[in-house]
């Protein structure tokens, strides 16, 4: 049932701020103002690298794990797509967890890739949305993402429940490697419980997205660019836009625009930048002014003070609440996804069920 929505993947979007809740909450103890794991059969103080494999978005969240569990852990963190990881003979460790995320439980790349890491003697954990799926029976570590079942083929909501969990691993990890202290995990939690509301204040700008998408829509390229976290959204941004509006779209780490995309860049190609204000921004500014010196039209998500010092001369500017680097995945998610939506419909694709894709991918 959709409700008062359009399409499924319209109310997927705008349940993030209760599933997302919903997902924290059966991770984060409040009273003890900790984040919990549930229990498990080995210690994580042991883990000495993570591999985190996923196909698609859900390897997005890997790669914005990678920056979380190395940054708040100091581990190790290798990403990989499912597809590459397994026939390349990965090398496999004792001391290594191996952390699958899917919405299914059910994609084929993922799962063999599971089950040669198990076969391989690699300790095993999974963020995953159905539970009663084969990843969730065959994982070492269940870590369930409570976003209720997805039907739009576009992964929306899953993709912000499994952030939300990746960081509760990545808050643990931390802890058992006696990485964070308890005011400093206390200080994580309170920003954790802060998402939904940010969230909700990020869903606020849909009719200005919706304005700005007629624009986009006539695009035949867009490009997404980001650093850190925001690199893994700019791909994020860019495969959602192409999925379901069929425009094409590359995501590239805003520092690699000069190696060779630059050339790309003229007055039809639309460049959504991705930027929240902190250590990263300058330098991304400055990359969009190589692109805007181009003649590239740029869209810039960003907060307040962001947008105060970089929104001049934009094409559109999207502002998001000023919150924490750590939840901040969590919350610029939502104009990426609001964008694409509002692209698809404007260009009057199903944007359910966009052509070629199902929305489990049972084959290799
Ligand atoms: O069910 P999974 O999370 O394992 O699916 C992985 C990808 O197929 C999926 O995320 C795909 O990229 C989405 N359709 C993107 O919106």
Same mark, same amino acid.
């Given at each position: 049932d959709k409700g008062n929505h359009r399409h499924f993947m319209q109310k997927e979007i705008f349940e993030q701020p209760v599933v997302v809740a919903q997902?924290? #909450?059966s991770y984060i103890r409040s009273v003890e103002q900790q984040v919990a794991l549930p229990q498990m059969d080995f210690a994580l103080s042991v883990i000495e690298r993570v591999t985190i494999i996923a196909c698609g978005t859900a390897s997005y969240v890997g %790669? !914005?794990?990678?920056?979380? !569990? +190395?940054?708040l852990a100091r581990v190790p963190v290798e990403v990989d797509v499912a597809s590459e990881f397994r026939y390349r003979d990965p090398v496999l460790t004792p001391n290594m967890l191996g952390v699958v995320v899917s919405q299914s439980g059910e994609t084929a790349d993922t799962l063999a890739a599971l089950r040669h890491m198990k076969a391989g003697g690699v300790t095993t954990a999974g963020i995953i949305n159905v539970p009663t799926s084969s990843m969730a029976r065959e994982v070492d570590l269940l870590l369930p993402t409570h976003a209720g079942p997805e039907i739009g083929v576009a992964s929306t909501k899953a993709f912000t429940c499994q952030l939300a @969990? &990746?960081?509760?691993?990545?808050?643990?990890?931390?802890?058992a490697k006696g990485r964070l202290d308890a005011s400093e995990e206390a200080e994580i939690v309170r920003h954790l419980i802060e998402a939904p509301a940010a969230i909700n204040a990020a869903l606020a700008h849909d009719a200005e997205i919706e304005a700005m998408a007629h624009t986009i829509a006539q695009a035949r390229d867009v490009l997404y660019l980001g650093r850190g976290p925001d690199y893994a959204l700019a791909l994020e941004g860019a495969l959602k836009l192409k999925e379901i509006s069929y425009i094409h779209a590359e995501g590239y780490a805003a520092g690699e625009m000069k190696h060779g995309p630059i050339a790309l860049i003229d007055e039809a190609v639309p460049i959504i930048v991705i930027a929240p204000s902190g250590p990263l921004? +300058?330098?991304? @500014?400055?990359?969009m002014q190589e692109?805007?010196?181009? *003649? *590239?039209?740029?869209v810039l998500i960003s907060d307040t003070e962001g947008l105060a010092e970089a929104g001049e001369g934009? %094409?559109?500017? !999207? +502002? &998001?609440p000023q919150v924490h680097p750590l939840i901040a995945p969590l919350v610029y998610a939502v104009p990426v996804q609001l964008l694409a939506y509002h692209v698809a419909v404007a260009k009057g694709? $199903? @944007? $359910? #069920?966009?052509?070629?894709?199902a929305k489990s991918v049972t084959v290799e």
């Open positions: 997902t924290l #909450q %790669l !914005i794990g990678k920056y979380w !569990i +190395e940054q @969990v &990746m960081a509760a691993l990545a808050v643990n990890l931390a802890r921004f +300058e330098k991304t @500014v400055s990359n692109v805007r010196a181009r *003649g *590239g039209k740029v934009c %094409l559109a500017t !999207i +502002e &998001m694709t $199903d @944007v $359910d #069920q966009p052509r070629n894709l």
